[in-house]
């Protein structure tokens, strides 16, 4: 199918691209990578009367170094995210979910900003912002907000941005004293998350001291589980822990069933990931220490 | 290709609407606009409806008919192109976002009589049988081949998974693509 016909503008700054939005509102919207909105219009499930282009907004595509947090623009290709070395070095769970996203194909053109503005509940950057404890930096007319992931996602594919606003950067705060991991399992590489599990742990020889686990494809928007994070605390990262963990996982998440995968699959494999995840976080964890 | 602009869009400028924000002077809205491109090094001026995607454009205004549509949103990669030197879906473009970009499609490749190395991969392997995925995959492949001249059969698995394949069971285009890599690697017919 074609797009429904819209008008096009190209703004070239942050501010321009405001007051477009400012002026149409619900009319209005956003084209970043393209490669969530424009299967929208070519399904003509999205039909706005006016498409306004970040793509020559070249003020919102950068990777900055301010020593404790890593800045993100909104509209950084996710492919130069995954090729940065900076991110590598400061950022390695980022780093290593971005590479699940799609295929390169997409990622040539995908956005940072994009990713998390479309909220997919199966996607990956949502929940490392969520695990990470990243801001989302939103910008109107009228002002600037900082939000936090709990704040910004809202559900399924609504976040907390108001139509004449933008979410201009994503603080990342630099994680280089965790282990971390991020796994996920899905049909084919490059396919959405059946479900995918972000992992950060600190460690004191074989016991843990901290963990946080993060979820995606099991709800509406993605989640940590505060239980299941408590329960590795303190205590090795063996099979009875972890086999504690993966129940908690069971019995607390939520998700649907589809096509892909009934709930009670999703929940059995969320379960496991987590395990996984915790274990090849805290062997990274011991490598870095060895190092 | 060189067409008169129509109608020169319509410019009706979004002040018009509301003038509080006058001091920013905004970019035109437009429903047609001229765009320059090169397409396989060659430059073409035309003017376009903005509601064109890419792979429509060069399908129909300039009658590169190699790169073929079969989803159009972005899932089988019949449509990979390269826009600046980049393996992209031309299906989730606008023709009026390439404006000023150089884009390589299958038929920048090779010719009947003379054939890319990639090409004669394929063919020697029987990487197609309909052939309707084969340009999304070559375009794929050769960007990934230029990033990547010394691929594991794990990373040729991986890029292969972004383009589908109806036909040939895909063993046929993993093995393509491992002797392509060779052969570009030892500089033969490239
Ligand atoms: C075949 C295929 C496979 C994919 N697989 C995955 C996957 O496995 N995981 C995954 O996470 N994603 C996947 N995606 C989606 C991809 O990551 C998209 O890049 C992403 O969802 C949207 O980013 P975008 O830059 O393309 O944004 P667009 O598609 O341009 O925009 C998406 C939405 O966000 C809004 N928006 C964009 N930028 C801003 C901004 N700065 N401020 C406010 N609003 C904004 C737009 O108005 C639109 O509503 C896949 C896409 C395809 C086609
Ligand atoms: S037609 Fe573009 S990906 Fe299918
Ligand atoms: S050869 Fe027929 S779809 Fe691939």
């Given at each position: 199918?074609?797009?429904?016909p819209?008008?096009?503008t ?6 321009e691209?405001?007051?477009l939005l ?7 919207k956003?084209?970043?990578g ?25 003020e919102l595509?950068?990777i ?16 130069a ?22 295929h ?7 956005t ?5 503005a ?6 990956e950057l ?14 109107g ?13 809202v559900s ?44 950060m ?14 979820f995606t ?6 989640v940590?589980?505060?239980e299941?994070?408590?329960a ?7 099979d ?20 892909h995968?009934?709930?009670?699959y999703r929940?059995?494999?969320a ?21 | ?18 003038s509080?924000?006058?001091?920013v002077?905004?970019?035109?809205l ?6 320059r ?21 060069l ?8 790169t ?6 972005g ?20 023709a009026v ?25 394929f ?16 375009m ?12 594991s059969?794990?990373q040729?698995?991986e ?7 109806r036909?040939?069971g ?11 890599a ?9």
């Amino acid at each position: 199918m074609k797009p429904a016909p819209f008008q096009y503008t190209a703004p070239e700054t942050v501010e321009e691209s405001l007051v477009l939005l400012h002026t149409f509102r619900e009319e209005g919207k956003p084209l970043a990578g393209g490669q969530s909105l424009v299967p929208l219009l070519n399904m003509r499930l999205a039909r706005p009367s006016v498409l306004i282009d970040l793509n020559r907004v070249r003020e919102l595509s950068y990777i900055h170094d301010e020593d404790a947090t890593v800045s993100i623009g909104a509209m950084t290709r996710q492919r130069a995210v995954e090729l940065s070395s900076l991110v590598r070095e400061k950022l390695p769970l980022l780093a290593e979910a971005v590479r699940y996203i799609g295929h390169p194909q997409i990622r040539n053109r995908g956005t940072v900003g994009g990713s998390l503005a479309h909220a997919d509940p199966a996607a990956e950057l949502p929940v490392v912002t969520l695990v990470l404890g990243a801001q989302l930096v939103v910008r109107g007319l009228e002002g600037t907000r900082v939000l936090r992931p709990e704040e910004f996602f809202v559900s399924f594919l609504q976040t907390a941005l108001a139509p004449e606003e933008l979410l201009v950067e994503v603080r990342f705060p630099v994680h280089r004293t965790y282990g971390t991991a991020f796994l996920e399992v899905a049909r084919r590489h490059g396919d959405y998350a059946l479900v995918g599990v972000a992992a950060m742990v600190q460690m004191d020889g074989e016991r843990c001291t901290e963990a946080r686990l993060g979820f995606t494809g099991v709800g509406p928007v993605p989640v940590r589980l505060p239980e299941a994070e408590e329960a590795a605390t303190g205590r090795p990262l063996d099979d009875s822990t972890l086999g504690e963990i993966a129940r908690i996982v069971a019995a607390r998440l939520d998700p649907h069933s589809d096509i892909h995968a009934s709930a009670t699959y999703r929940k059995e494999v969320a379960g496991i990931l987590a395990g996984r995840a915790l274990r090849l976080a805290a062997e990274r964890f011991k490598q870095r220490e060895g190092a | 290709m060189k067409r008169r602009a129509q109608t020169n869009a319509s410019r009706r400028t979004p002040q018009a609407r509301r003038s509080k924000q006058a001091k920013v002077s905004l970019p035109p809205l437009w429903t047609r606009k001229e765009i320059r491109l090169r397409v396989n090094g060659v430059e073409y001026t035309s003017t376009v409806d903005v509601r064109m995607t890419l792979v429509d454009f060069l399908r129909h205004e300039l009658g590169l008919t190699g790169t073929h549509v079969g989803c159009e949103h972005g899932v089988c990669g019949a449509c990979t192109i390269l826009l600046d030197g980049q393996a992209v879906r031309s299906c989730l473009l606008f023709a009026v976002q390439a404006d000023g970009a150089e884009i390589t499609t299958v038929e920048g490749l090779g010719t009947p009589e003379r054939l890319h190395p990639l090409q004669e991969a394929f063919r020697d392997h029987h990487a197609l049988q309909c052939g309707f995925c084969t340009p999304g995959f070559l375009m794929s492949t050769l960007a990934f081949l230029r990033e990547n001249p010394e691929p594991s059969d794990e990373q040729i698995r991986e890029v292969l998974a972004g383009n589908l394949c109806r036909c040939t069971g895909y063993q046929g285009i993993i093995d393509a693509v491992r002797d392509a890599a060779q052969r570009l690697r030892s500089g033969y017919g490239a």
